[in-house]
């Protein structure tokens, strides 16, 4: 029987990825969430939790979740540091570096956004943005954190010596990040097997139909576009 990693969408920019060595969990953003079915405290077995930016719909509800699973928090630098301040476990990393954990390797990526955590009255910047690419059980994950396009990706695959990106998980809602249409040209250079389009419809700003993002992005490329809806789990080989 081969055991193939599990991809659970909980919604907006939140997955997790359960693996043979170990499950992880990016951009945990529930409780903000109206569009989300599961609450933080329903997360369980997570090994680490890795974060793209400091931004409140992504940063979400780590704290709890990382509290509840004794989970390490993977993060740039900053923000690592940030959580670090917050009693928990890090691991800080930066982008264009790599690191093998127990449940596989994962490589910082650019992404083209802002990072900070802000309060009432208080803005914390928390370094740079960045994506995330996963290898785990011999997969390759592209989380593309939140990001507006940019012509790296064209080399992404140069990054992965000989492997292909297997799913990209892109965000498409516009306004702060890619929309449907530069996302599909993000599919073209990355050249991904398979597409899960996030961050849209969470809130109004960023309202959009991912059936129109998958006729573009299939009508440009051979990647197959997987509509996932918050809550759902699928097998990617
Ligand atoms: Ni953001
Ligand atoms: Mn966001």
């Not at 930016?53 to 990382?66: F, L, M, Q």
């Not at 301040?85 to 956004?113: E, V």
């Not at 954190?145 to 940019?150: E, V, Y």
Request: proline share 5%; with cysteine; aromatic share 8%.
């Amino acid at each position: 029987m081969v055991l193939l990693p599990k991809v659970i969408f909980y919604g907006h920019a939140c997955f997790e990825i359960r693996g043979i060595g170990g499950n992880i969990l990016i951009d945990p953003f529930l409780c903000g969430n109206p569009l989300a079915k599961i609450k933080p405290n329903e997360i369980t077995e997570i090994d680490a939790i890795l974060l793209t930016h400091g931004h409140e719909d992504h940063v979400g509800d780590t704290i709890e979740i990382a509290r509840n699973n004794s989970a390490m928090i993977i993060a740039p630098f900053e923000l690592a540091r940030y959580m670090d301040m917050q009693g928990l476990k890090t691991h800080p990393m930066h982008i264009g570096g790599s690191h093998d954990f127990k449940w596989g390797r994962l490589k910082l990526t650019q992404a083209l956004h802002g990072s900070a955590i802000i309060t009432d009255d208080t803005i914390i910047y928390t370094g740079n943005p960045c994506g995330f690419l996963i290898e785990i059980d011999g997969i390759v994950v592209y989380h593309a954190g939140d990001t507006g396009l940019f012509a790296d990706m064209k080399v992404f695959n140069e990054l992965l010596h000989g492997k292909v990106i297997d799913l990209a998980l892109l965000p498409i809602g516009d306004n702060f990040v890619m929309g449907p249409e530069d996302a599909a040209i993000a599919v073209q250079w990355l050249k991904p097997k398979a597409v899960i389009p996030m961050h849209f419809n969470t809130f109004e700003a960023i309202r959009q139909d991912p059936l129109r993002f998958q006729k573009i992005a299939e009508e440009k490329t051979d990647s197959t576009v997987i509509i996932m809806e918050p809550g759902e789990t699928i097998e990617i080989e």
